[in-house]
């Protein structure tokens, strides 16, 4: 997965070593200013143009992270809201200018456009900032290969019904603000999207058991010779085990503020803005190897 960009010795200014990649907690250790080196971040559901997007709390990770490759697994723009009205923030400009700085720290970017940014599946391609594709295969350190894609795809509401899915979204939209000027006026600051936040983990879990939702993500692993699926789209951050293949979601930056964090080692973190751990993948034991 890495690209060697590094000149010869010959050619190379004197400079001293990069820092090494990070290993996972061993602890809960203090938060600090330091910069942690990791080897993936995957993210998805920022959802920029969206009133409600935790656009600053993203900018505020990126900034504490440095990332051998950065995913942005779907609707990191919000399509849907931007044509209805323009809405764009300095701080989008800002965590743009960050997704450079780390391109031109070595970072590799790669997206994989999602239903609310679905117009940016006319322009896959490489255009050398950034990658687009409509999925990725991701290599994780210990061998194990993942999908890598928005899960859209497989949201038969989204797919069999999409003038429903515009309709509950800007219906979402409203109670998400009437949600945030309900705990503003009660003086309530520590997650201001709870109750929208878990009125909407009912209506993902009825619409994943109506689209089978984790079992065809499963299913595809396993067409792909894959050992595991990272996506988002419902907004539902999670670490799960189905049969050989383990289910990943990156969760959102609009209730939860998540993402997921590959180590040098292989194992993987889903934490919160915070660095709150919410769950852990272990990497395989070393001088094992994935399953053929």
Same mark, same amino acid.
């Given at each position: 997965?890495?690209?060697?960009n590094?000149?010869?010795?010959?050619?190379?200014?004197?400079a001293?070593?990069?820092?090494?990649?990070?290993?996972?907690?061993?602890?809960?250790?203090?938060?600090t200013?330091?910069?942690?080196?990791?080897?993936?971040?995957?993210?998805?559901?920022?959802?920029?143009?969206?009133?409600?997007?935790?656009?600053?709390?993203?900018?505020?990770?990126?900034?504490?992270?440095?990332?051998?490759?950065?995913?942005?697994?779907?609707d990191?723009?919000?399509?849907?809201?931007?044509?209805?009205?323009?809405?764009?923030?300095?701080?989008?400009?800002?965590?743009?200018?960050?997704?450079? !700085?780390?391109?031109?720290? %070595?970072? *590799? $970017?790669?997206?994989?456009?999602? #239903?609310?940014?679905? @117009?940016?599946?006319?322009?896959?391609?490489?255009?050398?900032?950034?990658?687009?594709?409509?999925?990725?295969?991701?290599e994780?350190?210990?061998?194990?290969?993942?999908v890598?894609?928005?899960?859209?795809?497989?949201?038969?509401?989204?797919?069999?019904?999409?003038?429903?899915?515009?309709?509950?979204?800007?219906?979402?939209?409203?109670?998400? !603000?009437?949600n945030?000027? %309900?705990? *503003? $006026?009660?003086?309530?600051?520590? #997650?201001?999207?709870? @109750?929208?936040?878990?009125?909407?983990?009912?209506?993902?879990?009825?619409?994943?058991?109506?689209?089978?939702?984790?079992?065809?993500?499963?299913?595809?692993?396993?067409?792909?010779?894959?050992?595991?699926?990272?996506?988002?789209?419902?907004?539902s951050?999670?670490?799960?085990?189905?049969?050989?293949v383990?289910?990943?979601?990156?969760?959102?930056?609009?209730?939860?503020?998540?993402?997921?964090?590959?180590?040098?080692?292989?194992?993987?973190?889903?934490?919160?803005?915070?660095?709150?751990l919410?769950?852990?993948?272990?990497?395989?034991?070393?001088?094992?190897?994935?399953?053929?």
């Amino acid at each position: 997965m890495y690209v060697d960009n590094r000149m010869s010795l010959a050619e190379a200014p004197a400079a001293s070593p990069p820092p090494p990649l990070e290993q996972p907690r061993t602890a809960p250790a203090a938060r600090t200013a330091k910069v942690r080196v990791v080897r993936s971040l995957f993210v998805s559901d920022v959802h920029l143009g969206c009133k409600h997007s935790q656009a600053a709390a993203l900018l505020d990770l990126l900034e504490r992270f440095e990332p051998a490759n950065l995913y942005v697994v779907g609707d990191f723009i919000d399509g849907w809201k931007l044509k209805r009205r323009w809405r764009w923030l300095p701080v989008y400009d800002r965590l743009l200018q960050r997704m450079m !700085t780390l391109k031109r720290n %070595g970072s *590799r $970017l790669m997206y994989t456009p999602g #239903n609310h940014d679905e @117009f940016l599946r006319g322009f896959l391609a490489n255009f050398g900032v950034i990658e687009i594709r409509d999925r990725f295969i991701h290599e994780a350190a210990d061998g194990r290969r993942f999908v890598v894609l928005h899960g859209d795809q497989y949201d038969r509401v989204e797919q069999s019904y999409p003038l429903l899915s515009l309709v509950a979204s800007y219906a979402y939209d409203a109670l998400l !603000t009437a949600n945030w000027m %309900g705990n *503003r $006026l009660r003086g309530k600051k520590h #997650n201001p999207y709870a @109750f929208c936040g878990a009125i909407k983990q009912r209506v993902k879990k009825l619409v994943r058991h109506v689209s089978d939702f984790e079992h065809q993500l499963r299913e595809d692993a396993r067409r792909s010779g894959c050992e595991g699926i990272i996506c988002g789209h419902v907004h539902s951050p999670r670490i799960m085990a189905m049969d050989e293949v383990t289910y990943l979601n990156t969760g959102d930056w609009v209730e939860n503020c998540t993402a997921l964090v590959e180590f040098a080692d292989g194992s993987f973190e889903l934490i919160r803005q915070n660095g709150d751990l919410i769950d852990r993948l272990d990497p395989l034991p070393q001088g094992e190897c994935p399953p053929a």
